[in-house]
């Protein structure tokens, strides 16, 4: 019997690989992109290895491994894979759909959530309104971002279908690796925009104007990062939208004192969580001319995002100011995030993708401690 080396797919965040041993399913790996790990003298025989088919095929299948009759035989080519998560489960039919949308990585959603959840809840706050409005326009607004953030995702893959098979982290994307084409997925965006469009139909039509009007900055986005250095603003524009919409779904109009310094602060927190998530793919960003704040900021990075950080939190302090919050905002929303946005600036290693989407994928908890804040301030509110 001889020894050769094989090649087992697994996913940056959740892959999952096989347990030489035992030629079973072993415990999901960290790391945090998509890759393939080369495992050294495994012996293979007769039995059956499990092994990963291609993106169009999510499940996981048996086949049983050739005996080796010489040494000199060449190591089995590895697979592309698709990622191994509770999709695979689905219908084999809308499993690119929903890997395009990435609802398995809720984190995007949370992001576009949380800025919502802090303009809906100061509003209720400042004007006194009841509990049960407050929570009907959060849950409206938090389906609006599964299906908004899904949007974005669609028209983000439009755009880089082509970037994307020369990144390693990307290229498996149901456009990327042809799972789907174009004209599906420009298909499926109609009927998400369509979905999207009836939750904003349920706001004041100050509101639906207003939410109307981001969908300018959503679809240029992706193009930004073609033509400069600083394609996190746009990303932070849109992604913020919300604190200005979560306003004037409650108010009938924004409130511009309270709402803009908010926004500026949702703007200046994108700008330190996505500039992390974009060191990810430096290395390949710099081979096919992708531009990012990843780049620009170099070896300055931890200057740049702690001067970005400063005015998160100051803009936030403004809102709430303007706002006349009380002290649970200040000791939980502002002194919360300050703490969660220090930590993840001291401890994250650019260097290490894993670990930089980890700080990135943290950032749902910055946005709750805010909105905890914001929340402690106005339960009061309801026992009156």
């Known amino acids: 019997m001889h020894h050769r080396s094989v090649f087992t797919a697994c996913r940056v965040r959740f892959g999952t690989a096989i347990n030489p041993s035992t030629h079973s399913l072993s415990t999901p790996l960290t790391l945090r992109a998509y890759g393939i790990f080369r495992t050294k003298n495994l012996v293979l025989n007769s039995r059956p290895v499990l092994t990963r088919l291609g993106p169009q095929a999510h499940q996981y299948t048996s086949k049983a491994a050739p005996q080796e009759d010489d040494a000199s035989t060449q190591p089995a080519k590895a697979q592309l894979v698709a990622p191994g998560t509770w999709l695979d489960r689905m219908p084999k039919s809308i499993q690119p759909y929903l890997y395009l949308t990435r609802i398995d990585k809720p984190i995007g959603t949370w992001l576009l959530f949380w800025p919502c959840a802090w303009g ?3 509003a209720s706050y400042s004007a006194h309104l009841p509990w049960t409005s407050t929570l009907y326009t959060i849950g409206l607004f938090g389906t609006g971002a599964i299906i908004m953030r899904g949007a974005g995702c669609t028209i983000n893959d439009l755009w880089d279908r082509n970037i994307d098979k020369m990144v390693e982290r990307t290229k498996v994307r149901p456009l990327a690796s042809g799972a789907i084409t174009p004209a599906q ?5 109609g009927l998400q925009l369509g979905a999207g469009l009836a939750v904003l139909t349920q706001l004041n039509m100050y509101s639906i104007l207003l939410g109307a009007s981001s969908l300018s900055l959503v679809a240029t986005y992706p193009a930004m990062k073609r033509v400069t250095y600083w394609p996190q603003v746009v990303l932070g524009l849109a992604f913020n ?3 200005l919409l979560g306003s004037s779904a409650m108010l009938g109009v924004t409130n511009w004192p309270v709402a803009l310094p908010l926004y500026a602060s949702g703007v200046c927190w994108t700008l330190v969580y996505d500039t992390i998530y974009a060191h990810q793919d430096k290395k390949d960003d710099v081979k096919i001319g992708v531009k990012s704040t990843a780049l ?8 740049f995002l702690a001067a970005f950080s400063t005015g998160m939190i100051s803009m936030l302090a403004l809102a709430g100011y303007m706002n006349d919050q009380g002290p649970l905002f200040y000791a939980l929303s502002v002194g919360g995030a300050a703490a969660h946005l220090a930590w993840q600036l001291k401890t994250v ?6 670990d930089c989407w ?3 994928a943290s950032n749902k908890w910055t946005g709750a401690l805010i909105f905890g804040g914001i929340a402690a301030d ?3 509110q309801l026992l009156v």
């Not at 620009?296 to 200057?303: I, K």
């Not at 290693?349 to 894993?354: G, H, I, L, Q, T």
């Open 120 to 122: 809906i809840t100061m």
């Open 185 to 189: 997925a420009v298909a499926f965006l």
């Open 241 to 243: 939208w919300g604190a």
């Open 296 to 303: 620009r900021f170099g070896e300055h990075t931890p200057e």
């Open 349 to 354: 290693n650019y260097e290490n993708p894993a």
């Open 358 to 360: 980890s700080k990135f």
């Open 378 to 380: 106005y339960a009061p």
